[in-house]
Structures are given as C-alpha cells and as structure tokens.
DNA sequence: ATGAAAGCGCTAACAA
DNA sequence: TTGTTAGCGCTTTCAT
C-alpha cells in the first residue's frame, strides 16, 4: 500500500527529483528533454505514482479544494447546482469538498473551520441564514467565499442566485390573473432570503393588485410537507377569510397544502389553486401536477463556480450579485375557475 | 489572507513549536504543564489558529480524509447514505469528499485516482457497476475500499448493501397475493447489482408461485420516467399477454408506467398494479400512491462508515458482506381486483 | 516538561 | 537541459 513517491519515479528514470518534477507538470515539462520526459513518464506509470496532492499543496501553498457548503444535499433543487459547479471548476483541476450544515449555523460555522484547515482555495455556501452575516464577513477574510442561492445581510458579498421576488411575484400574479382575490401564502422560516425574497413579492403583488392577503401569521419552522399541510389546515378551518389560491414558498409545503385540501373534501384547482416553488422531481405527476417557480439551477452552480474562478484569478474582483431569473411552470394546481367559497355576493 | 502557522503560536506563547504543537493536540496535552498549555491555547485562539491539514496529514501519513463516490447526488436514495455516512465519521475527525461519477465507468476510474492524489484514508464506492469489479480489485490494493449499495462481481470485497433480491420477491410476492398472474418487470440497466438482484428477485417469485413473466427483453438504459414510460407503452400495446402488474426496478420508472397507463385510459390499481423501488419523495403523495420497497439507507450509511471505522482500525478485516433488509412498503397504486383484460373466460 | 532537529513529498529558485 | 537545495507546516524522536 506505500505509494511511489516523486524519488522513486526519479530514481527508476534515471534522473533527479526536479527533473522528473518538471517532466511531469504539463506547464513546465517543455523545459525538458523529450526523451528523459518520455523515461520519466514510463517510469511514474510503471510504478502507479500519483501526485501526493498534500505535499504539493503544502509547497505551493494552495490545495486545489473548494469547499461547498449546503444545508441538505436532499433538497431537491442542490443536485443541478453541485453538477454545475463541478462541471465548471473539475476540468480546471480543482476538487469540490461537499459538507452539510442541516441548516444549523453552529455547524456552519464549524464545518467551515475544517474546510479553512483544509486550505480550500475558496468557500460556495449556499447554506447561509441572514443572520450568518458576521461569520461569513470575518470568513471573508480568510478566503474568497461565494454565496449561492442565499444571501446574507449587508453588501460587500460575492452572490450568485436567482430572483426570488420576481418568482414569487410570477407566481402570485399568476393567481391574480386567474381572477383570486383572497390569497395566502405558507412562508418558510424567514431567516433564509430565499423565504423572504418570496414573501415580499407575494405581498408586493398582492398590494398592487389590490387583492387581499389572508396568511396566517405562523412561518413554519421547517418548510416541510407536515408543517405545510398543518399551516393549510389552520387557513382552511377558517368561516371566513378563507383563501381561495395559496402561494407555498416551496413544493414539500404545497404538497401539504394539496393533502390538507384533500383531508377536508375541498378540490384543487376547483376551490383553493395552489402554487409552489422549486419544480422537484415528481411534482409534474402529482394530481393535479403542481404549478410551480422553475429555479435555473444548473446556470446558477456554473455561475456561481464562474465566480470562485474569477475570485482565484488574482484581479480583484468587486462585491457583485448575480442574480438569474426562475420561471414560471403553469400545470394542474391552479385554475381560473372562481371558488364556491368566494363567489360574489350576487351570482355570477 | 496569511494563516497563523504554528510557529506564530509558538513565537506568540514563547515556546517552541514542538510544544506548541504537544499542546494544542488533545491526545498528548498530558504531556506538557498546564500552565504552558493554557498559553499555548490562548496564543492560539487570538491568532484564530487553524492546523494545516496539508501539513499535518503529509506529517502523519494520513489525511483524515473519506472519499465517496457515488453516481449522482440527485438519486433519492443518497442523502440519507450520506447523511449516515458523515454522522458515524464526523465525530471521529474524518471528513468525507463526494465525487460523483454519472453512472460513467471511466469518470469513477478518474475519480478515484483524485482521491488516491489526496490521500484519502479510504474510499466508499456506490456507483459501482459489475464489470468495475477488476478496477475494484486493482484499487483495493493500494487503499481500503468498501462497497455501499451495489456490489461487483466475485469475492474479497467489503460490501454493505441491502438485500435487492428479496425486495424484489417482496414485491413481486405482494403482487401475486392479490391475484396477478401475468407479470412483468421494468428493468434497469442489468449491469448494476441492484437492478441485476431485483430482476432475479422477480423472476423467482414469477416461477415459484407459478406466474407468467411477460415482460418484454428490453432493459433500460437509464432507469428514467421516460424509459419507464416508454417500456410500459410497449407492454400496454399488446392485445395478449398484457400484464395486470408492473415491477419497476424503481420509482422513476414506475412513475412512467403511471403516466403511459393513464395515456391509454387505464387505470391503476383497477387495470394494472404497480409497484416501484426506493420510496422517493413524493411517491406516497401520487395518485395512486405508489407502492414501492424502502432501502434502510441510514442505517446502510452508518453501517459503511462503521465498516470503514473497522478496516482503518488496523485489525484485519476479513472481506464480508452486510446486508440489510428493505421494507415493502403497500400504498393504492396495488390491489387485488382482477383487472378486466385478465378476467378468467367464466366470470367471476 | 521542554527544546532541538529531522523529515514527510513536493516545487521553485538558483546553479551549473 | 538538468542538478541542487531550501523550505512549505507539521509531528515526533531524541536530548536535555
């Protein structure tokens, strides 16, 4: 199990260590003789030597690892964007340190600990809470960060990620168009910007169509499916006041939402049109098929990896944000159809 | 951006590194005055101290590091592995590193030789297909490696999975209890051992309770919704030996023959009952809800990691295989009504 | 209990 | 074109 070190390689060629160093280095081995490059090559395969990434790292003081912090690989919308990041910086030689927070700021910032004991050329976290703002502008110190999909508080930050005021807004103008006027949305826990990006373009449209917001004033803790279906439950116990399209700030809670409808006998679209947000897999084949905000994700990863380049490349880069746009997917759960509940006073 | 090196410490406590260095290392502190010790630490918190894992794993020889390989993050069933996985080796000081292969032979050979460059202290592989057994063999020798999920061919392997064959006669059993008698399966690529063990699992069952196997030859080539679907349409098209029930090798798939049935206006279960595999998210809300086996995949996970815990332990593993059970889990998209296409010449 | 020094494997600066 | 050497930051053995 002893791996051939860089000495063996150069004592079965022949040569000296600096020497086989070079040969082997893509970028310098033209400064070698083509025939001791080639011995040197024979030589390293024929003895399986693989470059000690530790050793190396340790000279030219960089490891060639970026960290990537996220808060649970099962979201549904993570895969595409590790795919794109990976895609973007594995060709450029660099090897992505996945590590999961399960959305708790302590392990955030202890995971990170790690990673800077790493020596990872730079940090993506895309796990961040508003409140991880003092962490993560000490953490900028350190080492280049990029924040994906989330924000933090405060400007000076490198951010990749996508409209989530525009989505909400699109999903919410879509339920306006669709002639509701009693809305509701289930808001995720509203530390994460992504949930109160989505809860004020829900409000700003709601305002400006003059429309009447009904939500409960309750976030839910987790925005799961059983916190969604218990938030729908308390809007559809309601006499009066009862929406008739709900805004879910993502699809696990519309889900819920769609459960709860179904628990009371109401249908969906026919009495309450439900949206959600993050097209999950197998949201297209529920019944109905959700409507939901598409995330451009696999763009955002290759961003956002675009940007940790950019950031290693030396010229300074200023703070910026980009932002990409999400997209509407119009399907089954919501209709124009007005609601028993809701219909006017005099019938239509 | 510069680090504080340990010589900082030192300098910054007024010792040398090599106690700096006994101090700050929880295992032999023992072994230097309190008093020293505590100006070590102290030293060491202002300067924001981190080890250089680079340096420290050239050092020891070891880098504290698992690597994991896995075919695509975005498969259902590893969050949970991988979730098992880093709570059994976090707290024992290991970080794991998640390279993903995309089902691709050549990236898992590439993937791999990364992680013998880094060092890793051993390699987790789920993205193993039978003909990588030779690869596996050649990789074994030069770091320890243990199998999680799908296994290789042949023996001296250390192989944590879950029992596909009986899932799959699980199922396939369920089937038959409610009065099927022509089956058929939607296999996946046959070059994975899950998928190789589900087909054997069926294929028993169809034989020992005296079924018929309809399915048609044609395997997957990716497990997908629209392969899925399109198998199924191949099998809805006959006018005889047209199964009453479906096995797909897994929830995608099922999800396909769902919509390929409900594309040629039958119904599931009451003209055809399907069953899937994995219990992805999601899959209890379908309409039918669908029924389906669940992998332990925590406990598959912890179990790996413990397997790796073990061979890293330095006592001789002898190579074994763990094997966990799965759950059948029965939800609406399998009944016992005699679908009309199948009914016996005499009526009921 | 602490200091001194070697060396893990590699790259890069300098010499020849 | 190739050889030589220092040193990246750390742990560990051997002195003291």
Redesign the pocket.
């Known amino acids: 199990m ?9 004592r079965a060629a ?12 893509p ?2 081995s ?8 080639q011995r040197v090559l024979t030589a390293a395969t024929e003895l399986g ?4 990434a ?3 790292g ?4 960089s490891s060639g690892l970026i960290g990537v912090v996220v808060g649970d690989v099962g979201n549904p919308f993570l895969p595409p964007i590790l795919r794109g990041i990976e895609q973007e910086l594995g060709p450029r030689g660099f090897m992505t340190v996945v590590a999961e927070t399960h959305e708790n700021s302590d392990v955030l910032q202890s995971t990170c600990e790690q990673l800077l004991a790493l020596r990872v050329d730079a940090i993506v976290i895309s796990a961040a809470h508003l409140g991880d703002e003092p962490f993560v502008t000490e953490l900028e110190k350190l080492v280049p960060v990029v924040l994906g999909v989330r924000r933090v508080n405060g400007a000076g930050h490198h951010i990749v990620t996508h409209d989530d005021v525009l989505g909400a807004r699109l999903a919410t103008s879509h339920l306006v168009d669709c002639g509701h006027r009693q809305l509701a949305q289930l808001r995720g826990p509203l530390d994460v910007s992504s949930f109160s990006g989505r809860a004020e373009g829900f409000q700003q449209i709601v305002a400006e169509r003059g429309c009447e917001d009904v939500s409960i004033d309750v976030v839910a803790d987790e925005p799961t499916t059983a916190e969604g279906k218990r938030l729908a439950e308390q809007l559809l116990a309601r006499t009066r006041n009862r929406p008739t399209a709900i805004f879910a700030h993502n699809d696990s809670m519309a889900v819920g939402a769609l459960e709860a409808l179904a628990d009371v006998g109401l249908s969906c679209p026919r009495d309450v049109s439900i949206v959600g947000y993050n097209d999950a897999p197998l949201t297209e084949h529920l019944e109905p098929a959700l409507s939901t905000v598409r995330l451009p994700s696999h763009a955002l990863g290759r961003r956002t990896a675009a940007l940790v380049l950019g950031l290693l490349s030396g010229e300074a880069e200023p703070p910026s944000t980009v932002q990409l746009q999400p997209e509407l997917i119009i399907r089954g759960s919501t209709s124009s159809r007005v609601p028993l509940a809701a219909a006017e006073p005099a019938g239509a």
Do not use: F, I, W
């Open positions: 002893a791996e051939a070190t860089l000495k063996d390689v150069a022949n040569v000296h260590v600096g020497t086989a160093s070079r040969a082997l280095d970028a310098r033209h400064l070698v003789n083509e025939v001791t490059k030597y693989k470059v000690n530790m050793a190396r340790l000279r030219k003081g």
